[in-house]
């Protein structure tokens, strides 16, 4: 009995014949028998290259055929139709002979070259790529082929044997055009389905293995794909590029079959060497990334890899089993070219996100493992808990530099599996809550949980049943039921109302006697006491002083920092006036008199300190000395200077004499010296208007206050009919 290695090429006349005789029928089943009829229906089932008998034309198959003895047999087939009608037969003759006895044929080397033959050993060298020519068929590569000018070329290819012998060539017609631009096509969306079409758009999604679809190419994945059942079906992916149009089926034909029981097989121990096997055991041993051999696949680490040379170089692993046997040499090409410098880049932190970018740094924080964020490749850790819906999602992580710039995202697909249980967990008090500085507000949890974590925003911030709340913040809590399954609660917000009681002076706080400054404690307070007792949002403060103020918002209060108010003294400022009266023809001169010096004198007919008459004019007017101290306050003292026309006086006698007091406020006494004779003398108001008039009988007389009113008067002294002298008196009742 020998078995048949191929597949029935010759199956394919029955298509042919389909076509010419049913045209308008579905094939429904086949079968086939080689030599004896075993009658309709009884011959081996075959199967079709789609998975399904559903078309007029199918294309079917068979392996494993047992077709008797050597010599020469006979090939049936027939195909039953949906009416339940079997075809005619369609038969071949085939020759069976014995099976050949192969050689053991090795590739040890290979080579190529463009168009014309360098000869043998002299073309380009090609590496298999196991790493190693050690099959008599090898696919081989070179990823540095140089191509040569645009045209037709001839690309030849030939093989060494191990005994040294090269094969004949291998040769191609190869046309080099000019290089294609590129289109920018990318996958937007991806779905699969089993047999039926759905339609478009319809089908079970897939997700990128990177997280994103964002490449032409994609590789998708479901880990949750429902199998349907035992049998043959097909399996179909369909994908949507960026411009929303879905692309044609991609169809596989499964066989779904009884799960196997899988045998426990593990890894005990993984060596690796460079080129030439030292023999098992004698390799440069590896480690399990997770520190144990337990499990048949394993990935393994070995940080202190000694490179080659410069060159290419077969990498080879192998690994034993629990049993102590070794497994085959797992090989790979490398191309060790010179070592590169590598930069000084360290992580500085790190955040990470589900599906939607919040944006660089708006992620959630984690921490490094060793608590300092100081190695180009940091081991992640952060305790947050809450996790998104169930289902699948993007878990994206990324890092920052030394010098700020952020990496980019490292994202996997993950899936939320559904609990068994569905708790549910409330906190008190809910919605806004309102506490003062120094205060807190007791939040409480759902009891019979059995962990609970209170975050503030996505900051964990305490555990327990229960949590003082002191900041303001947004403050929620994760719990977890002794099945492990979790709930999370609503947010209640928490406002510290802080009262911040400040007092604004509405002027200068340095003042000077007489003024006096507002202090205002701010609008929107349900309370104000000051210092001072009053309970005003201003008051008004004029004399010196420390001042502060408390207020009250709703329960929380307030008290303001101390303002100072200084009141600074008037300084004492006198001025004598001598003389107090001039003739309006006096020559101009400077005032004196003020104290303390260096004030300034002002009033009509002054400028500079200095008094002119005629500018002045004839009356009674206000000379005022004015001065300003250290601490810029002002004071003045004024004195009244008289003016007269002084008529008639021309070089008249001198006439001495004295007036006290003066002021005065009953009478006043003159006393003269020099001649009196025909001496007269009247006394005008400021005005010029003469109020009496009388001659002078001694040189010591009175002037009664009771005939004048309050004021300034002007004692004129005539003779022979002209002024000789006048004076001023003031009355003060």
Request: with cysteine.
């Amino acid at each position: 009995m020998i078995l048949l290695k191929k597949h029935i090429a010759l199956i394919f006349c029955a298509i042919a014949l389909l076509i010419s005789t049913h045209s308008f029928a579905q094939v429904v089943k086949a079968e086939y028998f080689v030599d004896a009829d075993p009658g309709q229906g009884n011959g081996i089932a075959l199967s079709t290259a789609d998975g399904s008998l559903d078309s007029i034309v199918e294309t079917i198959f068979a392996t494993g055929i047992n077709v008797g003895s050597i010599g020469a047999h006979s090939l049936n087939v027939r195909v039953k139709d949906i009416n339940g009608t079997w075809g005619p037969l369609f038969k071949t003759i085939f020759f069976t002979q014995a099976t050949l006895v192969s050689r053991n044929t090795n590739v040890a080397q290979a080579e190529l070259f463009w168009d014309t033959d360098p000869g043998q050993g002299n073309g380009t060298s090609v590496l298999a790529l196991d790493g190693n020519f050690d099959n008599a068929i090898e696919a081989v590569v070179n990823g540095s082929l140089n191509a040569p000018a645009v045209g037709m070329h001839k690309l030849c290819v030939r093989v060494k044997d191990a005994a040294g012998t090269w094969g004949s060539l291998f040769t191609t017609t190869v046309k080099v055009e000019n290089v294609l631009a590129t289109r920018s096509i990318k996958v937007a969306q991806a779905e699969f389905f089993w047999d039926t079409d759905p339609g478009q758009g319809s089908g079970t999604p897939v997700l990128a293995l990177d997280g994103n679809f964002d490449n032409a190419i994609e590789s998708v994945v479901n880990g949750n794909i429902n199998a349907p059942a035992v049998g043959m079906h097909k399996l179909c992916v369909r994908v949507k590029d960026a411009a929303g149009t879905w692309g044609p089926l991609f169809t596989t034909t499964v066989k779904v079959e009884n799960v196997l029981a899988p045998r426990s097989i593990k890894v005990a121990q993984a060596e690796l060497f460079w080129d030439t096997d030292p023999g098992q055991g004698s390799g440069t041993p590896v480690l399990a990334l997770d520190g144990n051999f337990d499990n048949a696949i394993e990935s393994v680490v070995n940080g202190n890899v000694n490179a080659p040379a410069i060159g290419m170089h077969k990498l080879c692993v192998r690994v034993k089993d629990a049993a102590g046997t070794w497994g085959p040499i797992f090989t790979t090409t490398v191309k060790v070219e010179n070592n590169l410098i590598p930069r000084s880049i360290k992580v500085a932190q790190a955040e990470m996100y589900f599906d939607s970018d919040p944006g660089m740094g708006n992620g959630i924080a984690v921490l490094a493992l060793d608590g300092n964020f100081d190695n180009e490749i940091e081991a992640l850790n952060q305790n947050w808990q809450f996790l998104p819906d169930t289902g699948f999602h993007k878990l994206s992580v990324r890092v920052k530099d030394v010098a700020g710039t952020w990496g980019p995202s490292f994202t996997t697909v993950v899936h939320i599996l559904p609990c068994t249980s569905a708790p549910v967990v409330t906190i008190s008090p809910t919605g806004t809550v309102n506490i003062c500085p120094g205060d807190s507000s007791l939040f409480t949890a759902t009891a019979g949980f059995s962990s609970y974590t209170w975050f503030n925003g996505n900051t964990i911030v305490g555990t327990g049943s229960t949590y003082y709340a002191k900041t303001s913040g947004f403050y929620k809590v994760y719990t977890k039921d002794i099945s492990g399954c979790t709930a999370n609660s609503a947010v209640t917000q928490v406002n510290v109302s802080a009262v911040n009681a400040v007092i604004t002076p509405l002027g200068s706080t340095t003042l000077c006697q007489g003024a006096s400054v507002t202090l205002d404690a701010g609008a929107g307070y349900t309370t104000y006491t000051w210092s001072t007792g009053a309970h005003t949002q201003t008051i008004t403060v004029n004399s010196t002083g420390t001042f502060t103020v408390s207020v009250a918002s709703g329960s929380c209060s307030g008290v303001s920092s101390p303002i100072s108010v200084t009141i600074n003294p008037l300084p004492v400022v006198s001025f004598t006036l001598n003389p107090d009266s001039a003739c309006i023809n006096t020559a101009a001169y400077a005032l004196t008199g003020g104290n303390p010096a260096g004030g300034i004198y002002s009033g009509a007919g002054v400028s500079g300190g200095i008094f002119t008459a005629s500018n002045a004019g004839v009356g009674t007017h206000n000379i005022v000395y004015s001065y300003t101290d250290g601490n810029n306050c002002t004071n003045t003292s004024t004195k009244a200077m008289y003016v007269d026309v002084c008529a008639g006086i021309e070089g008249y006698e001198t006439l001495t004499s004295s007036i006290y007091p003066n002021p005065f406020s009953q009478n006043t006494t003159i006393s003269l010296s020099g001649d009196i004779s025909n001496l007269y003398f009247s006394v005008c108001d400021a005005l010029g208007r003469e109020i009496n008039k009388m001659k002078v009988e001694k040189p010591v007389f009175t002037v009664d206050a009771n005939e004048l009113d309050n004021g300034i008067y002007f004692i004129h002294f005539i003779k022979d009919q002209k002024v000789i002298s006048f004076y001023k008196i003031i009355v003060q009742k």
